[in-house]
C-alpha cells in the first residue's frame, strides 16, 4: 500500500526582506495574477495564500477588477485566506498586538467570504506559548509550525489545538523545476521518506517557497509524478484536508513554547538586531495597548479609527522579517517611518484625551493622574507644563508651544508663544489602580541620595569602587560586590545569528558624576569607553532604572549587561506574550567553545527572548524593547547592542547554511547614539515582577489641572488578573496569573469623569 500524501500549493510572502516593499508588491501582482488565472482554468484544485491577509490587501490595491474573482475562488474553496493580518514574531509583541493581528485578519477575511482558518505559522523563528492561546479564544482548531519543534512526530496537540509539524519546512521547490517528472519523483521519494519517518499513514506536503509563483497545470504534473513515486500517492488538496483526513486523538500534548533548534533553525540572534526598532516598539505597544486605547473607551471618545490606523502601522512593523531586522537598511528605514507616524497619532491622541480637563490652566493647583495600571501607582509622576508646580523637582528644560495653544482649534501658535516648557516629577498619594485622581503635589521627603560614587535610597544602594559596581539589597541586608558589568564581544555572526569571535572584555567605567541630587531623585552618572550608565533612583522606587547611552564607533561587535548571581543559574522565569514562562538552563555551555556549526546544524544557544523582564534567583532585570537575555555560569547577561553588517553571512561560525542573501546593510551596524533603558530589582516572588515592569514601563497619562475633579474608577478587578487591553468587541482582555489563561470579560462603562 502506497502511503497517502496530502500536498497544498502556496507562496510564502515576506511583505520586505532583501527587497523593499514596493518592489516585493510589483512581483506579487505577478505571482497573483498567475495563481488566479490557474485557479480560473483548473489547473490546481486550491492554492493556500499563506496564513496573513495583508499580501491580498496590497495585491487588490492594485488589482481593483479582481476582486469578484477573489471572492468567488473563495466561496468555492479554491482559495484559502487568514487569519492573520501579518505573519509575525510572537515573543517580541504583546498579547493586544497579537489579538489584533487576528482581529484585523478574520474580519478582512470574512468581508471576502472566508471562514475556514488554521493557525499558519511555518516561517516564524520559534513559538511562544501566547499565539496557541489567542488561537484558542478565536475557536481556530488547526495548526502548521515548523521551527524550534526539534524531532517531535508531525501531528501533536499543542493546548487543544490539532497541530502538525512540518518537517522538512514549507520550501519545497521541487515541482518548480524543469526537470523530468521521473527525477521529480526520485527527489520526492527521498524526502518524502524523511517526512513518513515522523509522520502517521498520512503525510502532509507544501509545495512552493518564498515569493514563488504557483506551479503551473499542477494537476497533471503530480498525475505524472505519481506514476514514478514507488512507495506514495499524492493527492493535491488543501491542508483542511490533511486535518480532516488525520486522527490526533493519540498526539501527545504540548503546551506551546518551542525554541529547539536541533532539526531547524530559528536563529536567535533577531532578538538583537536592530535593538533601536525594537525600543520603539516596545514603547508604541504599551502606549496603545495601554493608555491611549482604553482611555478612548472609558472616556467615550471618539478616535477608534485613528486608533486601528496606528495598530495597522505597527502591526506592519510586525511581519517577522521587519520586526526581526534582518531585511536590508531601506527596508527598516520605512520601519521608522511607519513607527514615527503611529507615534505622532499616539502622541496627538494622548494630548487630546487631558486638553479638555486643562485647557484653561492659569495656575496649577492640582495634577490629574490617569492611572491605568493594574496596580497602586507609585507616587511618583512626570508631567511637561509651562507652569512650575509647587514640591516638583525640574529634570529638564526645553522651548517649545503649550498645550493649551497647539491643541486649541480656535488658535493658531505663532512665534510670541515660544515658551519654556518644564519637565517636572511630582511625589502624591497613592492611586488605585484603573482610575482617574485630581491630587496635590505633595511635600517630598528626600530620601534618595546620590554622592560621589555612589546612589541610594530606603531599600538599595549602588555603589562604584576602583572600576566595580556593587549593589545592595538593602530590605535583605544582602550585597552583590562587582555585580554590574559590562561586556564587549567581537562577532563573526550576520543579522539572524550570534556568533562570538573571542571572550568578552569586561569594560570597566573609569568615573562617576553626580547629574542630580533633587528632592524627589538622583541621578548618578556612570563614564565608560562610549558609553555612560545614569542610574535614576527616587525615593520610594524599589527598582534601579538605567538610561543607558551608547556612542557605537566599533563593528561586529556585542555589547551586554551583565549581572553576577550568587550560583550558577539552571533556570529562569521570563515574560512572554502571554504571561512567564520557565525555562532550564545549562550554565556551562559555552556558544564560543562550541563553534563552527557542522553542517546542516544550527548551534544551541544559551541565549533566549523576553518581552519586559527576566526573573532568576531573586533578582528580576526590566528592559524596553531590550528583548534578549543570555546565561552563563552565574552570569544574567543582558543584550544592549549588537552590530553586524550583513543579512546573512555565508561563513557564519554559528550556523551552517545560509539564512538569506550575503547583502552588506551599513546601518546594521548601529554606529552613532543608540539610547536604552534597562532597570534592576530584587523581590522574592516572581509575580511581583509584574508590578514593577508596570511602573518601569510607566502605565500613567498626566496633566496639570486648576480645578479638583472627582475621583473615577474605570473598574475593579479581580484578584490575580492583570489586565491587557480592550478588544474591537470592547472587551477586558484580562490574564489569569494563576491559572494561565486569558479571558475576554465585557466591561461596563462607569460614571464618567
Known amino acids: 500500500m502506497?502511503?497517502?500524501?496530502?500536498?497544498?500549493?502556496?507562496?510564502?510572502?515576506?511583505?520586505?526582506?532583501?527587497?523593499?516593499?514596493?518592489?516585493?508588491n510589483l512581483r506579487l501582482l505577478e505571482v497573483f495574477d498567475e495563481v488566479l488565472e490557474e485557479l480560473k482554468k483548473g489547473n490546481a484544485p486550491c492554492f493556500y495564500f499563506d496564513g496573513q491577509t495583508s499580501a491580498l490587501i496590497d495585491y487588490l490595491k492594485f488589482r481593483t477588477e479582481n476582486l469578484e474573482l477573489v471572492k468567488e475562488l473563495i466561496k468555492e474553496k479554491k482559495l484559502f485566506i487568514g487569519p492573520f493580518f501579518v505573519s509575525a514574531d510572537a515573543f517580541l509583541v504583546n498579547l493586544r498586538c497579537l489579538i489584533k493581528n487576528l482581529e484585523c485578519g478574520i474580519e478582512y477575511s470574512k468581508s471576502l467570504g472566508c471562514s475556514d482558518f488554521i493557525g499558519y505559522l511555518p516561517d516564524i523563528f520559534g513559538h511562544s506559548r501566547g499565539v496557541f492561546e489567542v488561537l484558542e479564544k478565536f475557536n481556530i482548531k488547526n495548526a502548521i509550525i515548523w521551527r524550534g519543534t526539534g524531532a517531535l512526530k508531525s501531528e501533536i496537540k499543542v493546548r487543544n489545538i490539532d497541530t502538525t509539524r512540518l518537517v522538512e519546512g514549507y520550501f519545497i521547490d521541487i515541482l518548480h523545476q524543469n526537470i523530468s517528472a521521473q527525477n521529480i519523483a526520485q527527489q520526492l521519494e527521498n524526502f518524502l521518506d524523511k517526512i513518513a519517518k515522523y509522520s502517521s499513514n498520512t503525510l502532509i506536503l507544501p509545495l512552493g517557497g518564498d515569493h514563488l509563483a504557483i506551479i503551473k497545470n499542477a494537476n497533471e504534473k503530480i498525475k505524472q509524478v505519481n506514476k514514478y513515486l514507488k512507495s506514495y500517492k499524492i493527492e493535491l488538496s488543501s491542508p483542511f484536508d490533511y486535518f480532516c483526513s488525520t486522527d490526533f486523538s493519540k498526539a501527545k500534548t504540548y503546551e506551546g513554547e518551542f525554541l529547539d533548534n536541533s532539526q531547524?533553525?530559528?536563529?536567535?540572534?533577531?532578538?538583537?538586531?536592530?535593538?533601536?526598532?525594537?525600543?520603539?516598539n516596545a514603547k508604541l505597544m504599551h502606549k496603545i495597548s495601554r493608555i491611549v486605547e482604553p482611555l478612548n473607551y472609558f472616556l467615550n471618545l471618539n478616535y477608534t479609527k485613528n486608533i486601528d490606523f496606528a495598530y495597522e502601522l505597527i502591526l506592519k512593523n510586525h511581519a517577522h522579517d521587519s520586526i526581526y531586522g534582518c531585511s536590508t537598511d531601506k527596508v527598516h528605514k520605512n520601519v521608522d517611518m511607519r513607527f514615527e507616524k503611529a507615534n505622532e497619532i499616539l502622541e496627538g491622541l494622548e494630548k487630546r484625551i487631558v486638553r479638555d480637563f486643562h485647557k484653561n490652566t492659569k495656575k496649577p493647583h492640582y495634577i490629574g493622574v490617569f492611572n491605568m495600571s493594574n496596580f497602586k501607582s507609585s507616587g511618583v509622576v512626570k508631567v511637561v507644563s509651562e507652569y512650575k508646580i509647587k514640591n516638583a523637582q525640574i529634570i529638564s528644560k526645553t522651548k517649545g508651544f503649550c498645550d493649551?495653544?497647539?491643541?486649541?482649534?480656535?488658535?493658531?501658535?505663532?512665534?510670541?508663544?515660544?515658551?519654556?516648557?518644564?519637565?517636572?516629577?511630582?511625589?502624591?498619594?497613592?492611586?488605585?489602580?484603573?482610575?482617574?485622581?485630581?491630587?496635590?503635589?505633595?511635600?517630598?521627603?528626600?530620601?534618595?541620595?546620590?554622592?560621589?560614587?555612589?546612589?541610594?535610597?530606603?531599600?538599595?544602594?549602588?555603589?562604584?569602587?576602583?572600576?566595580?559596581?556593587?549593589?545592595?539589597?538593602?530590605?535583605?541586608?544582602?550585597?552583590?560586590?562587582?555585580?554590574?558589568?559590562?561586556?564587549?564581544?567581537?562577532?563573526?555572526?550576520?543579522?539572524?545569528n550570534y556568533a562570538p569571535n573571542s571572550k568578552p572584555e569586561i569594560i570597566r567605567p573609569y568615573k562617576t558624576k553626580i547629574v542630580e541630587n533633587g528632592q524627589i531623585r538622583s541621578v548618578l552618572r556612570i563614564f565608560y569607553k562610549d558609553l555612560t550608565l545614569d542610574v535614576i533612583l527616587d525615593n520610594k522606587n524599589k527598582f534601579f532604572e538605567f538610561d543607558t547611552k551608547i556612542n557605537n564607533k566599533k563593528k561586529n561587535h556585542k555589547l551586554q549587561a551583565v549581572f553576577r548571581l550568587k550560583n550558577p543559574i539552571c533556570e529562569t522565569f521570563a515574560?512572554?506574550?502571554?504571561?512567564?514562562?520557565?525555562?532550564?538552563?545549562?550554565?556551562?555551555?559555552?556558544?564560543?567553545?562550541?563553534?563552527?556549526?557542522?553542517?546542516?546544524?544550527?548551534?544551541?544557544?544559551?541565549?533566549?527572548?523576553?518581552?519586559?523582564?527576566?526573573?532568576?534567583?531573586?533578582?528580576?532585570?526590566?528592559?524596553?524593547?531590550?528583548?534578549?537575555?543570555?546565561?552563563?555560569?552565574?552570569?544574567?547577561?543582558?543584550?544592549?547592542?549588537?552590530?553586524?553588517?550583513?543579512?546573512?553571512?555565508?561563513?557564519?561560525?554559528?550556523?551552517?547554511?545560509?539564512?538569506?542573501?550575503?547583502?552588506?546593510?551599513?546601518?546594521?551596524?548601529?554606529?552613532?547614539?543608540?539610547?536604552?533603558?534597562?532597570?534592576?530589582?530584587?523581590?522574592?516572588?516572581?509575580?511581583?515582577?509584574?508590578?514593577?515592569?508596570?511602573?518601569?514601563?510607566?502605565?500613567?497619562?498626566?496633566?496639570?489641572?486648576?480645578?479638583?475633579?472627582?475621583?473615577?474608577?474605570?473598574?475593579?478587578?479581580?484578584?490575580?488578573?492583570?489586565?491587557?487591553?480592550?478588544?474591537?468587541?470592547?472587551?477586558?482582555?484580562?490574564?489569569?496569573?494563576?491559572?494561565?489563561?486569558?479571558?475576554?470579560?465585557?466591561?461596563?462603562?462607569?460614571?464618567?469623569?
Open 404 to 496: 493649551s495653544k497647539l491643541y486649541d482649534i480656535n488658535q493658531v501658535p505663532v512665534t510670541e508663544d515660544i515658551l519654556t516648557l518644564y519637565e517636572q516629577i511630582i511625589e502624591t498619594d497613592e492611586q488605585k489602580p484603573m482610575s482617574f485622581k485630581t491630587q496635590q503635589a505633595k511635600k517630598p521627603v528626600k530620601s534618595s541620595f546620590a554622592g560621589e560614587n555612589y546612589i541610594e535610597n530606603s531599600y538599595l544602594k549602588l555603589s562604584v569602587d576602583k572600576g566595580k559596581i556593587s549593589v545592595l539589597d538593602k530590605v535583605k541586608n544582602t550585597l552583590f560586590e562587582d555585580f554590574l558589568r559590562i561586556i564587549d564581544t567581537k562577532d563573526s555572526g550576520d543579522s539572524y
Open 575 to 753: 515574560q512572554d506574550s502571554l504571561g512567564i514562562v520557565k525555562r532550564k538552563c545549562d550554565p556551562d555551555y559555552s556558544l564560543f567553545e562550541n563553534q563552527p556549526a557542522v553542517r546542516p546544524k544550527e548551534l544551541k544557544t544559551n541565549s533566549f527572548p523576553m518581552l519586559n523582564f527576566v526573573y532568576a534567583q531573586g533578582i528580576g532585570v526590566l528592559g524596553e524593547g531590550v528583548n534578549e537575555y543570555e546565561i552563563y555560569k552565574n552570569e544574567l547577561r543582558i543584550a544592549l547592542l549588537r552590530s553586524t553588517g550583513i543579512i546573512s553571512n555565508p561563513k557564519c561560525p554559528s550556523r551552517s547554511i545560509p539564512a538569506g542573501p550575503p547583502l552588506l546593510e551599513p546601518d546594521l551596524q548601529c554606529l552613532g547614539l543608540q539610547r536604552l533603558r534597562f532597570g534592576l530589582c530584587f523581590t522574592s516572588k516572581k509575580d511581583k515582577m509584574f508590578e514593577y515592569c508596570e511602573k518601569f514601563l510607566n502605565t500613567q497619562l498626566v496633566f496639570v489641572s486648576d480645578e479638583k475633579i472627582n475621583e473615577n474608577i474605570f473598574f475593579e478587578n479581580k484578584k490575580n488578573h492583570l489586565f491587557y487591553g480592550i478588544n474591537s468587541k470592547n472587551e477586558g482582555i484580562f490574564y489569569n496569573i494563576k491559572e494561565e489563561k486569558i479571558s475576554f470579560i465585557a466591561l461596563a462603562k462607569e460614571q464618567k469623569i
Open 264 to 280: 531547524s533553525n530559528i536563529l536567535g540572534g533577531v532578538f538583537s538586531s536592530r535593538i533601536y526598532q525594537k525600543v520603539q
Open 2 to 24: 502506497k502511503k497517502r500524501v496530502i500536498a497544498y500549493l502556496q507562496t510564502h510572502w515576506d511583505r520586505e526582506w532583501y527587497r523593499e516593499k514596493e518592489e516585493f
